[in-house]
């Protein structure tokens, strides 16, 4: 990835491919660390969202063995959402399509314990991407 001017410091992609389907599993800046992916407008957002609608779903996804199943929810969950029900200024839409299916998720005890207990794993990537889910409402809603 390129950097434009003023643009995020996404220099690296990674998806896996299983199960017919193609997963975002993390974004890298050029030092390395894990980035946030935005859910913002839909130009910015990169890859996949996650197929899941409950909260049943998505802690399945957050347990499941399949690393790649875990890390593409974690990538979603430790995004930046749009939350603005009375946007004034642009002509976009008010909330990111995915805002409420986040807030749901944000909201969940279990799915908070999940992403909890996933910040201590021995697995550096999932580790990284559960702390960036785990950081308050603050870090990850834009209003």
């Known amino acids: 990835m390129v950097r434009f001017i003023n643009g995020r410091d996404v ?20 030092k390395g660390d894990a980035v946030q992916n935005e859910y913002i407008y839909s130009n910015y957002e990169i ?21 790649a199943k875990v890390l593409s929810a974690l990538v ?29 998720l944000a909201a969940s005890p279990r799915i908070r314990e999940l992403i909890a207990h996933l910040s201590h794993s021995e697995n550096e990537w999932v580790k990284q991407a559960a702390l960036l889910a785990a950081r308050g409402p603050r870090d990850r809603f834009v209003q």
């Not at 996949?48 to 399949?66: F, K, Q, Y």
């Open 11 to 30: 220099a690296k992609e990674y998806f896996a491919v299983g199960s017919d389907r193609l997963r975002l599993v993390r974004l890298e800046s050029a």
């Open 76 to 104: 979603f969950l430790g995004g930046r959402h749009l939350k603005e029900p009375q946007r004034r200024l642009l002509p976009d839409p008010a909330e990111s399509k995915y805002a409420a299916l986040f807030q749901q």
């Open 47 to 67: 890859g996949i969202v996650p197929e899941g609608s409950t909260e049943e779903e998505w802690a399945s996804m957050l347990e499941s063995a399949d690393e």
